[in-house]
Nanobody
Framework: QVQLVESGGGLVQPGGSLRLSCAAS????????MGWFRQAPGNQRELVAR???????NYADSVKGRFTISRDNARNTVYLQMNSLKPEDTAVYYC?????????WGQGTQVTVSS
């Protein structure tokens, strides 16, 4: 059973930075795609960024140029560096992994951008 454990959320002022981490366990092979989604109150869950095992990335238009996704394949860990944070980035951020045809989710970590 694949487990995803997120860390790094919190409260930050507008313009600040946070770094999220997500460590995967329970895998025997490399995870194909890992990513981050977010869900704000009253909104649907949306893709923020994702990265393949080969390093290909894609981002939501709203975070391009501000967020950077990266991964350490040896540690099965994915990171999300978030800079120039805005109040509209406030949401619960979920780690996501696609592994052997199935999709897995972390428990979520709260990111709040407020002065």
């Amino acid at each position: 059973q694949v487990q995803l454990v997120e860390s790094g959320g919190g409260l930050v002022q507008p313009g600040g930075s946070l770094r999220l981490s997500c460590a995967a366990s329970g895998t025997r092979f490399s995870i194909n795609t890992m990513g981050w989604f977010r869900q704000a109150p009253g909104n649907q869950r949306e893709l923020v960024a994702r990265i393949t095992s080969g390093g290909s990335t894609n981002y939501a238009d709203s975070v391009k140029g501000r967020f950077t996704i990266s991964r350490d394949n040896a540690r099965n860990t994915v990171y999300l560096q978030m800079n120039s944070l805005k109040p509209e980035d406030t949401a619960v951020y979920y780690c996501n992994a696609k592994y052997l045809g199935r999709e897995y989710w972390g428990q979520g970590t709260q990111v709040t951008v407020s002065s």
